[in-house]
């Protein structure tokens, strides 16, 4: 309360004005303030997809051609259904506690969300991939199948390329002769009978080159149509 101040003199009487206010209690000026409920009851139950924290409520909305939608309804209404899924989830879902905070475990959602992309186009397969479906040929991993057992010297060997399975026999002392394909060719340069497996390999190897050019030409025509 504040002291009382002295004004100025009307005919030798001195006035006094009391400045003195009144300080308002906590309960006069603060309304108390109203709690909303936390069990919520519907006529028709909610319905819940915890994994999508989803809630659905089919009760219509009260709406007359008198009192139509308010925002204040609205917000009643989704209140409403928020804590009903805050009391579903404490409800249902496993808590636990860690060092890091209370963790609360959703299940697999139940409602089907629809994706925000189209289906990507089939890939058109290449020319490969249709002969080799084709062929039944099926794709191995990189490094798988290049060796292969060798019964007679009980060891895992490459089958190409430097001590390769298909060299077997060209350092063999003895060699089988064909009599067909050696007639007239022992005595020609480069054409004996140890180099005949030599020479089948360097023919498969041009002959693949062959088709690999045609396949290249082919592939440039068709990109050009």
């Not at 007679?152 to 060997?157: D, I, L, P, S």
Request: proline content about 9%; some cysteine.
């Amino acid at each position: 309360m504040a002291d009382p101040v002295q004004t100025e003199d009307i005919g030798g009487v001195p006035l006094v004005q009391n400045t003195s206010t009144k300080v308002p209690t906590t309960t006069e000026s603060t309304p108390k303030s109203t709690r909303l409920p936390a069990k919520i009851s519907k006529p028709s139950p909610y319905t819940f997809d915890l994994g999508n924290l989803l809630c659905i409520d089919p009760n219509p909305l009260p709406t007359s051609p008198t009192s139509p939608l308010s925002e204040t309804l609205l917000a009643s209404t989704a209140r409403d259904a928020a804590q009903a899924l805050l009391n579903q989830l404490l409800t249902t879902c496993p808590i636990s506690s860690t060092p890091s905070g209370v963790h609360l475990t959703l299940p697999a959602p139940t409602t089907p969300l629809p994706r925000e992309k189209s289906l990507p186009a089939e890939k058109k397969p290449t020319k490969w991939a249709a002969f080799a479906a084709k062929k039944g040929i099926k794709d191995r991993k990189k490094g798988e199948g290049k060796m292969v057992y060798d019964e007679a010297t009980g060891e895992w060997v490459p089958k190409w390329g430097y001590k390769g399975k298909n060299k077997e026999g060209e350092g063999e002392w003895l060699v089988e002769v064909d009599e067909k394909k050696s007639k007239g060719e022992e005595g020609e340069e480069g054409k004996g009978v140890r180099g005949e497996g030599r020479r089948e390999r360097k023919e498969s190897v041009r002959r693949n080159e062959r088709r690999m050019r045609a396949n290249e030409r082919r592939g440039k025509k068709g990109a050009v149509a």
